[in-house]
Structures are given as structure tokens and as C-alpha cells.
């Protein structure tokens, strides 16, 4: 009753299969040839934008290699800057605060050196060796002043430290403590914090002005009396009286339990050598009973007259 249907033999099937793809690729190259300008376009479009990528890729790149390297700048200008407000710290404070001026002083002093010029606010180009300079030239009674740079951080450090007095002068003004230099360091109340140290004592009869901060005698004599103070010390003499007499050069000073004064020449070097010419006379006139009644006079080099 009903009829089979007759199968499509299989290789026929495999056959329009082919002849189908065949027939595509055909239709598409056909295409392509027939409007070759199509195919160019899907091309160029494809580099255009593989192009494209490209050059973002480049262009972020670049813009976080520029980004990096401002940063690197900007942060190495930050660490190597300072700021123009030094830290102050005082050396030897123990004796400084009779010596010192005002602390507040140095650091405003400091201040205006390091924003007077844009090289003083950078580690790199600051010059502290001529800032430390100018600041012992503002301040005489400082005997040293250093700036040192930090490390880590912007903020500098100013050491200062006072000269340390040597004597005490007395004069009709006042009386004013020296450095070794003969720099007036102190007057006034400040010497009462100074009396634990038992400074020599001058007398000055000469009228030398004085002005605090300023020299008020020379190197020279400042060196001149505490060597002679130094050589009679160590024979066990006893200094009582140290005299700057009016009119002359002169060094007059008395020993306890005698009394006459010595006179030495402060304009001569030679301290240590009229003081060894006094003592060996002394030593003579002990040995033979004789003792001076005013004075022993060494201010000719190698001689010595007494009476």
C-alpha cells in the first residue's frame, strides 16, 4: 500500500555539500574581484585600527613615564630644600648663659642669612662654612657658629658656642670679662655668674674705652698676662695684684708676701722669658738674704734691676 521512498544515495548528498562551499568561496572571491575596493577597505580598517591601540598604548606610556619623572623631581627638590628657620642649640651651655646675648638673636640672625639668597634654602648649594662665618662676625663673643644640614627632614641646625673668658677687667666704666682674644664678653650682673671660676683680676690705670662685644685688648696681652700668671703659678707664687699702670706698656704685678711689684714689658713677646729672668734674680737675692723694697724691673730682655 505504501511505497518506500527511495534514500538519496549518500555520495550525492556529500557532493552538493562540496559543490555548495565551493560555490561560496566562489561567490566571495568573485565578489572580492568584481569590487576589489571593499576588500582593500576592510583591510585599512583593520590596520587603522590596530594603529590606533598602538598609539594610545605609546601614548600612556609616555604619560606615565612623564608623570613618574615629575614626581621624582618635584619630591627630590622637596627633600633637598630647607626651611629658613634653624634650629639653635647651645654648646657648653654651664658658662654660655653669662656670655650669651639673647638666643632669639642668632636664630633671627640665621633667619635673614638663609632667605637672603634662594642657594641657602637647598642642601645641595647652601654655604654654611660662610654663613657659621658671618655669623661669628655679627656675634664676637660666639667662638664658633655651625650650620649643620639634616639628613632626613628640612630643618637646619645652628650650633653656637660662647668664647670662654680668661680674665676680668677692671677699668672706671665697669668691669668686663675677656676671651682670649680680648673681646668683652660680659659686664654688669653677668660677671656674678661668673665668679665660680675664679678669673684673674686687671686693674686698668691706662683709660682704655671698653664696649661690650668689642675687643678691649689686644691678643698679644691678653696672651702675655696669663703666661706670666701661668710661669709664676707653677714656682708656687701667688698672683695678688695685676695693674695696666697710665703712660706706658707695662704689666705691673704683685706676688703675695712681697713688697715690691714686678714690671714686665707687655710689648714684647717674651713673657715666659722675663718671667724666667724674675725668678732666677729671686732666687739669688733669697740666697743671699736681700729683698727688694719696690720693685724688680725685667722689661729689658735678659736683664733685671731691682730697688
Do not use: C, W
Amino acid at each position: 500500500m505504501f511505497k518506500k521512498k527511495q534514500k538519496q544515495p549518500v555520495g550525492r548528498q556529500r557532493l552538493e555539500r562540496t559543490n555548495n562551499v565551493a560555490s561560496f568561496s566562489y561567490y566571495n572571491r568573485r565578489s572580492e574581484q568584481l569590487n576589489p575596493a571593499a576588500g582593500r577597505q576592510s583591510v585599512n580598517k583593520e590596520a587603522a585600527t590596530s594603529v590606533s591601540r598602538h598609539r594610545k598604548r605609546l601614548s600612556r606610556k609616555r604619560l606615565l613615564v612623564t608623570s613618574g619623572v615629575v614626581i621624582a623631581v618635584l619630591l627630590g627638590l622637596y627633600g633637598t630644600s630647607l626651611t629658613t628657620s634653624p634650629k639653635l642649640v647651645i654648646e657648653d651651655a654651664a658658662h654660655a648663659t653669662s656670655v650669651i646675648q639673647n638666643p632669639n638673636d642668632y636664630t633671627a640672625a640665621a633667619q635673614k642669612i638663609l632667605a637672603s639668597s634662594i642657594l641657602n634654602q637647598n642642601k645641595v648649594t647652601v654655604a654654611t662654612a660662610s654663613i657659621g662665618s658671618s655669623l661669628q662676625r655679627q656675634f664676637p663673643e660666639l667662638a664658633s657658629a655651625r650650620l649643620v644640614l639634616p639628613f632626613f627632614g628640612r630643618t637646619p641646625v645652628l650650633y653656637v658656642e660662647a668664647s670662654q673668658p680668661v680674665l676680668l677687667l677692671a677699668t672706671p666704666s665697669g668691669s668686663f670679662a675677656l676671651d682670649r682674644s680680648g673681646t668683652a664678653l660680659a659686664t654688669g650682673a653677668r660677671l656674678a655668674q661668673l665668679s665660680k671660676l675664679n678669673l684673674p683680676l686687671i686693674t686698668d690705670e691706662s683709660g682704655i674705652k671698653v664696649t661690650l662685644h668689642k675687643q678691649a685688648l689686644s691678643t698679644g696681652n691678653v696672651s702675655f698676662i696669663r703666661n706670666v700668671i701661668t710661669q709664676l703659678n707653677a714656682k708656687g707664687l701667688t698672683v695678688n695684684t695685676l695693674t695696666l699702670p697710665a703712660g706706658t706698656s707695662q704689666l705691673s704685678v704683685r706676688i703675695s708676701g712681697q713688697p715690691y711689684l714686678i714690671k714686665f714689658n707687655l710689648q714684647s713677646n717674651t713673657a715666659a722669658q722675663q718671667a724666667g729672668t724674675f725668678l732666677a734674680l729671686r732666687e739669688r737675692l733669697e740666697s743671699q738674704g736681700i729683698t727688694p723694697g719696690e720693685y724688680v724691673d725685667v722689661r729689658v730682655d735678659g736683664r733685671a734691676y731691682y730697688k
